[in-house]
């Protein structure tokens, strides 16, 4: 499904917006561990039981891009007209690009951190929050630091970045990451034991997200193979190259 942003809003020199809801990436199929509260707080800034305004802030690697879109999933299911937009993908663009974005019940701005230093874009984004808030819409913001930590040029802009809640996304600590395995698997379709995720966190010392991506080879791998994955057939598959079973 893919959501749009309204054309009579386009300038000349725009294209329509557009992004596609990721199917995987709801609320559920997420692994909070200490992070919960995070994600009832953002259910109530959706439904308009909590702050207007979110800010919230990780290292890479730890969920905020699924979060944003379980909140447009989640504001959807709730007769919400959601929005994600990511800072990263659009920094090129002329900053009047987010002209009517604040039509949106709840805007998801993804990758802050790409546009600071910018002044343009600085000074647009903080219209942008200005208009969407004064018309009583929800906004939810990630980046990788708090605002205070940024080289930000515009002060209203950094001003407006405190208002509403701010929040860290918590590192999972190791004894949740088998969990954390085990959980992404059997959201993927298939299942893994604890001896497998030990294994595989023993033998691949790397961030969760990265260990999303094995885990999508190693389906494939026990598809073809026709075979379990258990710890010898792990051996196995390191053993003749993993790298040759592309997602």
């Known amino acids: 499904m893919f959501a749009l942003l309204p054309t009579h809003h386009l300038m000349s020199e725009q294209f329509p917006l557009h992004f596609e809801f990721r199917a995987n990436q709801t609320f559920d199929d997420y692994f909070a561990g200490t992070n919960q509260l995070i994600i009832e707080d953002l259910k109530r800034c959706i439904l308009g039981n909590g702050e207007q305004q979110i800010f919230m802030w990780g290292k890479s690697g730890q969920g905020k891009s699924h979060l944003l879109q379980a909140c447009c999933h989640y504001a959807q299911q709730h007769e919400r007209q959601s929005f994600y937009f990511d800072l990263a993908l659009y920094r090129y663009y002329k900053p009047a690009i987010l002209m009517g974005l604040d039509d949106y019940d709840l805007v998801c701005v993804d990758n802050m951190d790409w546009i600071v230093g910018r002044k343009k874009w600085e000074r647009a984004l ?122």
Request: glycine letters at 4%; proline letters at 2%.
């Open 126 to 247: 903080c219209d942008f929050m200005q208009r969407h808030v004064d018309r009583g819409h929800r906004l939810i913001i990630s980046a990788t630091c708090l605002p205070n930590y940024m080289t930000i040029k515009t002060l209203d802009l950094k001003t407006r970045l405190g208002w509403g809640q701010t929040f860290q996304l918590k590192t999972l600590v190791k004894k949740h990451n088998v969990d954390a395995l085990i959980f992404k698997a059997d959201a993927m379709g298939f299942e893994i034991s604890p001896q497998v995720g030990r294994f595989l966190m023993i033998q691949h010392k790397t961030e969760l997200d990265e260990m999303w991506y094995l885990l999508q080879k190693l389906d494939r791998a026990s598809l073809i193979a026709k075979r379990k994955l258990t710890v010898p057939f792990l051996k196995e598959l390191f053993n003749s190259e993993l790298k040759k079973c592309e997602y």
